[in-house]
């Protein structure tokens, strides 16, 4: 009697499930949600690279700014217990399910993460996706982050939100979404337990309280703190001997760079202004804004530096592709991996370099923000931070010339 109950049930919640969807979609469309770049962060030094990774909960619904999103407040909450840097970037979209979710993945660039936040399931639960359905669509997507990412990343996966959270499923329809919801909450916690790497996130979240807003600071600010410490207790920094976090895939960069279309273009004022900057901020002879294309490296802005462009192959830019953190030779005529360099045999005799990856808005490594002096300079972990912030202030610009 029971399984013919629970077959009836899904039939009814199967044949609702698109006009819940939609409800939800109807309810969220007027809601304010953030204008600026899906990324939000801490500053200090070796900065956490996080993915959070999701639907509705990822999104940022009621605010305007990242900053005051899920991501914002998780970047703040585990840099102020671990006293580092802390870089979010946001994949979110609101219809996401399940078996979507490796698409949405396939062009971020996920080994530069330490963590993947994956918050996912309340559309699976709204459609009462059958539990064994879930657990191998799940699998499938934990086996494509592993496959991508690097051997000491983790994967939180996070309890699905209250259903009835969500106000316009706080009624019957929602009770029985809620109910699906624990049953696909526990096939989660398996697959977590099979893995090493994976945690599953506990994520107990009283019903929302708010009449007059959707979510507001103050709820993700709520939601972050109960995330952080389980985020923060699987972030491994041991195993890290450097900072180099590679390339995954040439092609994918070429790709990233190429959609850019900003190759060969004229000055523009904006990143001039940047580039500009950094050269008085730092007192160098030169500063650079480049992209690496295929053999070459090509500078956008160049205050100070001779050329527009020169090979890709032994350059300092290469270096600085395979890095999460602002890359500093203090000395190049001592250093063998430049010392017979042509800018330091020849002009502009370089001596000192400093430079930090410019971020394609997937992530992929596509150019460089480097500073150039021709004696050696005092540098400072604040000149390293200083640096990776006007490298973030480039990439804003990047993901706005984009749009």
Same mark, same amino acid.
């Given at each position: ?9 899904? #039939?009814?919640?199967?044949?609702? /499930?698109?006009?819940?969807? !939609?409800? @939800?979609?109807? $309810?969220? +469309?007027?809601? %304010? ?75 971020? #660039?996920?080994?530069?993460?330490? /963590?993947?936040?994956?918050? !996912?399931? @309340?559309?699976? $639960?709204? +459609?009462?996706? %059958? ?273």
């Amino acid at each position: 009697m029971g399984k013919l109950v629970n077959r009836l049930l899904d #039939a009814v919640m199967a044949a609702m /499930a698109p006009m819940l969807v !939609l409800r @939800v979609s109807w $309810a969220t +469309r007027p809601l %304010p949600r953030p204008i600026d770049s899906p990324h939000a962060r801490a500053s200090g030094s070796d900065p956490d690279r996080i993915l959070l990774f999701g639907g509705a909960t990822a999104c940022g619904y009621g605010v305007l700014s990242h900053d005051l999103s899920l991501a914002g407040h998780l970047a703040r909450r585990i840099s102020a217990a671990t006293g580092r840097g802390v870089d979010v970037d946001v994949v979110a979209d609101a219809e996401m399910t399940m078996r979507t979710a490796p698409e949405k993945l396939s062009s971020i #660039a996920l080994v530069r993460y330490d /963590a993947i936040v994956v918050t !996912l399931g @309340v559309n699976d $639960a709204l +459609r009462r996706i %059958p539990a064994r359905a879930w657990r191998q669509q799940l699998a499938a997507l934990i086996e494509h982050i592993m496959e991508r990412t690097a051997t000491d990343a983790h994967i939180f996966l996070v309890r699905i939100q209250p259903i009835r959270s969500i106000r316009t499923l706080d009624n019957v329809a929602g009770l029985f979404a809620e109910a699906h919801a624990r049953v696909l909450d526990r096939e989660m916690a398996k697959i977590a337990a099979a893995h090493t790497d994976v945690t599953f996130v506990p994520f107990i979240l009283e019903t929302v309280s708010e009449k007059e807003r959707y979510r507001t600071s103050s709820t993700y600010a709520h939601w972050a703190s109960l995330l952080a410490p389980t985020i923060i207790s699987g972030l491994s920094w041991e195993s890290r001997e450097d900072d180099r976090i590679g390339v995954s895939c040439e092609r994918d960069r070429q790709e990233a760079l190429e959609s850019l279309h900003i190759l060969d273009t004229e000055p523009e004022k904006r990143f001039d202004r940047i580039s500009n900057f950094a050269l008085r901020m730092f007192n160098t002879d030169s500063a650079t804004i480049s992209f690496i294309d295929n053999d070459r490296e090509w500078m956008k802005t160049r205050p100070g530096f001779p050329l527009s462009e020169n090979p890709r192959t032994g350059s300092f830019s290469e270096q600085v592709l395979q890095r999460s953190t602002a890359f500093v030779v203090r000395d190049a005529v001592t250093d063998e991996r430049f010392a017979d360099n042509v800018f330091v045999t020849g002009p502009p005799y370089v001596r000192f370099y400093a430079g930090h990856a410019l971020r394609a808005p997937n992530g992929q490594p596509v150019g460089v923000l480097a500073v150039f002096h021709s004696d050696v300079l005092a540098w400072t972990e604040a000149d390293s931070l200083f640096l990776r912030d006007l490298a973030h202030l480039v990439e804003d610009e990047l993901r706005t010339r984009t749009r």
